[in-house]
């Protein structure tokens, strides 16, 4: 085995030594790229976290490891030189293992290296003017392990004896699915829980076909199945891309409709129907439109979108994680946010609550500011910032003048010169501050919204409260909280929207509630507003996609709620198709005299995979030729010793009276 | 020894019997002669390029008819034209030939005249090759 | 002497799609002895040997190679086995030197003189790069990497193919030097009959993936004879003949070529009557050209549309 590996390793070379030189150069253009953005400014976060390098890391692992398990399966493509490497006095499988050592070994040099570089210049100070923690390489370690599941992949791709045009690349496939696990899981053990499976499913289809040649006959079940459930992967992914296709070129469908509430600074509230392709339809609560003061005739969107009402608001989250934890593993947020940028230096805030300092030229942290409650030996709970929400106008981030910080118990005024915070407002005894940010008004005047489990109030900043009302309904149902700030300027509403999880387990019937109040007199309305309505679509993709796709996919897509969403919504009637595919199969067992086991295992596996598990089906087998018996007259395939009809063997090849045959004892 | 035996493949000749065939003219014509000594089954086979096993029959077929004999640890020689057999002995090892002769045409639908025909002929294919020179009754 | 052939198969067939590439091959090869496998172009030969060594899955029938399953041949028995395939496929990017450390690797009973013995003869350098070597050159290569492990069973699929005659004598010469010990066997296909003739014992014939043939080398070419009968005038139509090869018209004279000859056939031929008959011998090859050759009556190259056979 140590001689193959070694003939591998001088094969390939060259491969990873030309990958490596890729992606150092990917890495350096990254690192390029980053300290343009602090150079800039630019809100700059970690460049071990940015979306461009995952999407640049992911794709080079991927064609990366593809081709280095391709290439090292070719190497051997003809036939005689397959049978001169395989003829060796080692198994097979020593074989594939010295092929997979190497090929691994040579993946870890051109993948792993320059990451492992680029990791170690991120955690060296002076380089990176962000927070390191070793957690942050977890989305680099998962897209360097993805390029070893799309290794099997290329090694699967190129071992395959398949007859299908392009049935040959099914075992990306699974790959495919390992790179929406990777990007869309919210956890790290989820990803490598994904990798693993789809690798081990990867690895055993690419040692069955291996040791068979490539042929699906002669493999044993456990690496059949494997090879099929890979094969039902890419199925999915293509018979999804057809209903994609279809549904573009489908005519009609298209016709959405979706509504908004919209406010104006008198606080009155509007609902606004958007669709497709037509005005979108404003009225008020009572059903009547609006109308324009000076004309009198129904406002248009675009001029009441001239009366609308300044609006803020923060989610609440309680604990200093807060709404981090909602964060995926590959986000950064997850691990700090930009609290501030000034001068030449950048505050972040951490997930564990403390304010650090970075100075942008020299890349090194320079301070910390935390929470002066620690030193006074407050409760635990209370150590640490929380994160603000961040303020929006018309969509634009809104920097802010002063510098505001809240613990859970305290909200500071904080001086960045002096390193100094000034305690402003605190919570009550057994209350604590969920979510706060701070706003500018439109006469210039900073406020400061802060929400508790009990309150929600409105602060200047001295810490003197405007308004404060009952957090009703309250957290968790509850998790967001909007202020319009309406004219006259003592007069507000607030919006108290559900939380999206918690709305879908009541099953949509939670409902945002509205409060109009004036400074110093309390609540004057109260209005639960109701749900606006939602249809058309994707609806064609939809149904198709719930008709054709794996039953027992869909099945498991609705009650695991697999990547946090249901993409394919479960429909009884895919059992139509499925059971469709089922006769298909079955007529084509019997055809060609699978055994009973067989008929009744395929049975099942179509009934559970519907359309894509007969591609899948279609694209593995190997039909057997067929011909007629001597005996019953009847079509039998040819690998079996007796007819499955009548028993008879076969009949021995026709004598032409040109046969010589003597034996051979006489030698 | 200025022995050279030439085979042609390809030839509607046997290469055993073109070996027996060249040997036998060789002793026919002198070149050859009685006490000269014929190169092992193994280095003959590797000098033509030949399977040892075809020499092997070349030899065994001469060695029958008495050109040459094997001596265990010498090497294969030429040896004088000798009665390899005492009259007896010749017929009891004829008998079982004759049978198989007979009983192999007469297999193949041959009539008894249909084989003595045969048989006179292939006698005096023998004479004529062969040059008055065997021994035979 | 029973003793265990070393290659022996039963039923073994195999299909390409619809197209039966081997059928019902039933074959026994004894030990010791050196075994041609014959046939034309695409008659199965090279399918028959992958599904010996188990590079290919017979769809049915078996086949058992020094005693050993052909699709699960152990390790052991591999080493054992020599097997040289036709394109003589080696690593390119290997010199000489490089392939023979890669293969004496996995035999510990590589032999460096036999190894050397032949890379001498073919005269190759020690740092010669496998894709800069002729064909001749490299089947040299291949077959020293083959003969050093000194295997008890050699298996080769048309080593001759595209040799010059130099390379084509150095291989036949190789093939008789193995036969000095008499546990060696070989098993070998090859188009080149007058080698075969040189040096095989028994010959195997596959027609269009069927065992015609499977007898000593001489019975092969004693059992097909040739039939000159001589006529006044234009031959007549031939009767049907039992074992009938190819019959051949000219102008005067009627060829014919058969298997089996007896008193049947002559008696057939005889109610002709002819002016003379004559039974010409044949020559290896040309016996097996016309057993392999287009049955039935012809002349020349194009069909003649006057006769039937």
């Not at chain 1, 990306?172 to 790290?188: D, K, P, R, T």
């Not at chain 1, 009809?645 to 006489?666: M, Q, V, Y």
Request: hydrophobic share 45%; with cysteine; glycine share 8%.
């Amino acid at each position: 085995m140590k001689e193959i590996m070694l003939k591998e390793w001088r094969e390939q070379m060259k491969v990873a030594l030309l990958g490596l030189a890729i992606l150092i150069f990917l890495l350096t253009l990254d690192y390029r790229a980053y300290t343009r953005q602090l150079e800039n400014m630019n809100a700059p976060g970690t460049p071990l976290m940015d979306g461009e390098l995952f999407g640049q890391a992911a794709f080079f692992c991927a064609i990366f490891g593809m081709a280095l398990g391709w290439l090292q399966i070719r190497a051997e493509k003809h036939r005689d030189l397959w049978a001169f490497l395989v003829h060796h006095p080692i198994t097979r499988t020593a074989i594939l293992l010295g092929k997979i050592g190497a090929g691994l070994s040579l993946y870890a040099l051109g993948a792993g290296l320059p990451l492992l570089g680029f990791i170690a210049l991120v955690r060296t100070p002076g380089h990176v003017a962000a927070p390191f923690e070793w957690a942050m390489t977890l989305p680099l370690a998962g897209l360097f392990l993805l390029g070893i599941v799309y290794y099997f992949a290329g090694m699967l791709t190129g071992v395959r004896q398949a007859r299908w045009y392009g049935s040959r690349g099914f075992g990306l496939g699974l790959a495919f699915f390992a790179s929406i696990g990777v990007a869309q899981s919210h956890e790290f053990w989820q990803v490598l829980l994904i990798l693993a499976m789809t690798g081990a499913v990867l690895a055993l289809a690419v040692w069955g076909s291996f040791q068979s040649g490539g042929y699906y006959r002669s493999q044993s079940m456990p690496c059949k199945l494997a090879l099929t459930a890979a094969c039902v992967a890419a199925a999915v992914i293509v018979v999804q891309v057809a209903i994609d296709l279809f549904a573009v070129l489908a005519p009609e469908s298209r016709s959405f409709s979706y509504g908004e509430y919209l406010f104006t600074k008198n606080g009155a509230v509007y609902k606004v129907t958007h669709h497709e392709s037509e005005e979108p339809e404003i009225v008020d609560l009572d059903g009547k439109p609006p109308l324009d003061d000076k004309t009198g005739r129904p406002m248009k969107l675009e001029d009441l979108q001239q009366h609308l009402a300044p609006a803020w608001g923060t989610s609440v989250c309680f604990g200093t994680l807060g709404e981090r934890r909602d964060a995926r593993y590959l986000n950064s947020y997850r691990f700090f946010g930009l609290w501030l940028m000034a001068e030449k230096t950048l505050w972040y805030l951490r997930h564990d609550g403390a304010l650090v300092s970075f100075d942008s030229v020299t890349r090194r942290q320079t301070g910390t500011l935390s929470d002066p409650a620690i030193s006074i030996g407050a409760s635990p709970a209370a150590a640490g910032f929380i994160p603000s929400s961040d303020a929006y106008e018309n969509g634009v981030r809104v920097p802010e003048p002063g510098r505001i910080l809240a613990s859970a118990t305290t909200v500071y005024l904080a001086d960045l010169h002096r390193h100094a915070l000034k305690p402003i407002w605190t919570a009550g005894n057994d209350d604590s501050i969920g979510g706060y940010g701070s706003y500018t008004t439109t006469s210039a005047e900073q406020r400061v919204l802060v929400v508790t489990r009990r309150s929600v109030q409105l602060l200047d900043t001295n810490g003197q409260a405007e308004w404060s009302v009952p957090y009703q309904p309250s957290y968790p149902a509850y998790s967001r909280i909007s202020v319009l700030f309406l004219e006259p300027a003592n007069r507000f509403a607030i919006g108290f929207y559900p939380d999206s999880k918690a709305d879908k387990k009541s099953g949509g019937k939670l409902l945002t509630r509205m409060e109009w109040l004036t400074a110093g007199e309390g609540i004057s309305k109260s209005v639960d507003l109701p749900r606006l309505p939602r249809s058309g679509g994707d609806d064609f993709v939809i149904k198709s996609v719930s008709l054709l796709m794996p039953p027992s996919l869909m099945a498991a897509a609705a009650f695991g709620e697999v990547f946090g969403e249901v993409f394919w919504p479960w429909n009884p009637w895919c059992l139509i198709p499925a059971g469709l595919c089922a006769m298909v199969g079955w007529w084509l067992g019997r055809r060609y005299s699978f055994p009973a086991k067989a008929q009744v295992g395929w049975l099942a596996f179509h009934f559970l995979f519907g359309l894509p598990g007969l591609l899948a089906f279609l694209s593995v087998q190997e039909w057997p030729a067929r011909e007629t018996c001597p005996r019953c007259q009847k079509l039998r395939v040819v690998d079996r010793e007796q007819c499955p009809h009548c028993g008879a063997d076969f009949a021995p090849p026709e004598k032409n009276g040109t046969e010589i045959f003597e034996s051979l004892r006489a030698n | 020894m200025n022995f050279n035996c030439v085979i042609n493949t390809g030839s509607s000749t046997a290469i055993y019997k073109q070996i027996t065939d060249q040997v036998r003219l060789a002793v026919a014509t002198g070149r050859l002669r009685a006490g000269d000594q014929l190169p092992s089954v193994r280095v003959f086979a590797e000098t033509l390029v030949l399977n040892p096993n075809t020499v092997a029959r070349a030899y065994s077929d001469l060695a029958r008819e008495g050109l040459i004999e094997s001596r265990p640890g010498r090497g294969v020689f030429i040896i004088p034209k000798r009665k390899v057999f005492a009259r007896e002995e010749g017929r009891r090892r004829l008998e079982p030939l004759l049978d198989a002769l007979i009983g192999e045409a007469m297999a193949m639908d041959f009539t008894a005249a249909d084989l003595q025909a045969a048989f006179a002929k292939k006698l005096s294919q023998w004479q004529h090759e062969n040059g008055g020179k065997k021994n035979h009754e | 002497m029973s003793e265990q052939p070393v290659i022996r198969t039963r039923e073994l067939t195999c299909y390409f799609g619809r197209k039966c590439a081997v059928q019902a091959l039933n074959l026994e090869v004894p030990r010791g002895c050196v075994f041609a496998f014959l046939g034309r172009n695409g008659s199965g030969k090279t399918t028959a040997i992958r599904m010996l060594l188990g590079m290919l899955a017979p769809t049915r029938g078996e086949a058992a190679v020094l005693g050993c399953d052909s699709q699960a041949l152990a390790p052991e028995t591999r080493a054992r086995i020599g097997y040289l395939t036709e394109e003589h496929q080696l690593y390119g990017w290997m010199s000489v030197r490089q392939a023979a450390d890669f293969q004496s690797a996995f035999y510990p009973g590589w032999n460096k003189r036999i190894f050397g013995g032949v890379i001498d003869h073919f005269g190759l350098q020690s740092e010669a790069r496998v894709k800069d070597l002729s064909r001749g050159e490299r089947a040299g290569l291949c077959l020293a990497l083959t003969l050093a492990p000194d295997p008890e069973l050699l298996i080769l699929d048309d080593p001759a193919l595209s040799l010059d005659p130099v390379a084509r004598r150095s291989l036949v010469e190789s093939m008789i030097y193995l036969t000095g010990r008499s546990d060696r066997t070989i098993f070998f296909s090859s188009h080149n009959l007058a080698d075969v003739e040189r040096v095989a014992d028994f010959i195997a014939v596959l027609d269009c993936g069927v065992l015609r043939a499977c007898c000593p080398l001489e019975s092969f070419r004693s059992s097909v004879q040739e039939v000159r009968l001589r006529f006044s005038g234009a031959p007549p139509l031939l009767p049907k003949i039992p074992g009938l090869l190819q019959a051949f018209r000219l102008e005067q004279e009627l060829r014919v070529t058969c298997v089996h000859y007896n008193g049947a056939t002559e008696q057939a031929l005889r109610s002709l009557s002819p002016e003379t008959m004559e039974i010409l011998p044949l020559g290896l090859e040309d016996a097996f050209i016309s057993y392999l050759g287009k049955r039935g009556e012809k002349s020349f190259i194009l069909a003649d549309p006057e006769v039937q056979s």
